[in-house]
């Protein structure tokens, strides 16, 4: 069973560009939720969609945005990029309901940016 | 919403001693506590986790309590080994809400 994927791996960008993330979850998963994750930091939480709605935002400026696909698919965008946005941002699925139960995160392995 | 709140940030211990990370959540209707496991360039991993029905929790040589009224959970590693070094996280989560993780501890085993 394949694991969640994103894509890129790496990236680098400059101020003011934007970038957009993608994650492919775990085969049979409807809940895609992403994290940012900086040194001292820890993982914040960024939004969790599922059946193609967000169903939880977290506490990030309007830069940041995502969607989901039909497919379960999600991407995340952040537009006019500053130095303070360069963090890996991990992807996890879950057969977690949003509004039913919680359950295990699956990772990916994250995309790191850096912005300069 | 939910606030979790960990403790200690890094933790040294001696190989085969007990490590323990203390967590403080400020949401009482949470339910559900995991923690999970980071180790150096690798993805977090479910190691343990328990619900707010259930006091304690054993897996092996990891195990979980969880103090209701005091609203904190910890994680606990008895005869810690090299391949426990990694940076550990306890979440909380209530019902629809989203997962809020702590910011984490560094643990590292000496040989």
């Known amino acids: 069973k394949a694991g969640v994927t994103q894509t890129p791996r790496y990236l680098i960008k400059t101020r003011g560009q934007q970038v957009t993330l993608s994650c492919s979850p775990i085969s049979g998963h409807r809940s895609v939720s992403w994290y940012q994750q900086t040194p001292g930091q820890g993982l914040q939480f960024l939004f969790e969609y599922f059946s193609e709605t967000q169903r939880n935002k977290g506490n990030f400026p309007g830069r940041f945005s995502g969607r989901q696909f039909s497919n379960s698919r999600s991407e995340m965008n952040v537009s006019t990029l500053e130095l303070g946005d360069s963090a890996l941002y991990l992807c996890a699925s879950s057969f977690r309901n949003p509004g039913q139960g919680s359950g295990e995160l699956f990772f990916g392995e994250g995309s790191r940016l850096t912005v300069l | 919403g939910e606030n979790v709140e960990q403790h200690p940030s890094t933790l040294s211990v001696q190989e085969g001693d007990s490590a323990v990370i203390k967590c403080t959540y400020s949401?009482?209707?949470?339910?559900?506590f995991p923690w999970y496991k980071q180790e150096l360039g690798k993805r977090p991993q479910l190691i343990i986790d328990?619900?707010?029905?259930?006091g304690e929790k054993k897996d092996q040589r990891i195990a979980v309590t969880l103090n209701k009224t005091a609203k904190h959970f910890s994680l606990h590693i008895t005869e810690t080994q090299p391949e426990d070094s990694a940076v550990y996280f306890c979440?909380?989560?209530?019902?629809?809400?989203?997962?809020?993780f702590g910011q984490g501890t560094r643990l590292t085993i000496n040989p």
């Open positions: 949401d009482s209707a949470s339910n559900y």
């Open positions: 979440a909380a989560i209530q019902g629809a809400q989203k997962l809020v």
């Open positions: 328990i619900r707010s029905n259930v």
